[in-house]
């Protein structure tokens, strides 16, 4: 998975629970405004349980091995986010393998 963009909320977290139940993947990287490609992770998921992400974690969205897939998703009232441009910023997009 090749990805442009992540970002963090500072004000409150967010809830992704998947409504097909099955697999996805989420790239994440601990709190931080020094943030860089290498400290993200990619996560894997069954699809039997959601997602709290909890304010200040860096993310981009959920993603599926294939495919359109649905997710609950919830949000904080407040809308406010910190975002980073991997190409701009480090002149490469993230890069997270996700096995087959």
Same mark, same amino acid.
């Given at each position: 998975?090749?990805? !442009?963009?992540? /970002?963090?909320?500072?004000?409150?977290?967010?809830?992704?629970?998947?409504?097909?139940?099955?697999? &996805?993947? $989420?790239?994440?990287?601990?709190?931080?405004?020094?943030?860089?490609?290498?400290? &993200?992770?990619? #996560?894997? #998921? /069954?699809?039997?349980?959601?997602?709290?992400?909890? %304010? /200040?974690? !860096?993310?981009?969205? $959920? #993603?599926?091995?294939?495919?359109?897939?649905? #997710? @609950?998703?919830?949000?904080?009232? $407040?809308?406010?986010?910190?975002? $980073?441009? @991997?190409?701009?910023? @480090?002149?490469? %997009?993230?890069?997270?393998?996700?096995?087959?």
């Amino acid at each position: 998975m090749m990805l !442009w963009h992540a /970002n963090y909320r500072p004000d409150g977290g967010q809830l992704f629970f998947p409504l097909d139940h099955k697999p &996805f993947y $989420v790239p994440l990287a601990l709190p931080g405004d020094d943030i860089e490609p290498s400290r &993200f992770v990619c #996560f894997a #998921f /069954n699809g039997d349980k959601g997602l709290y992400i909890h %304010p /200040n974690i !860096w993310h981009e969205g $959920v #993603f599926g091995l294939q495919g359109t897939q649905r #997710f @609950f998703d919830k949000q904080g009232a $407040v809308h406010a986010r910190v975002s $980073v441009d @991997f190409p701009c910023e @480090f002149g490469c %997009p993230l890069e997270a393998p996700i096995p087959r």
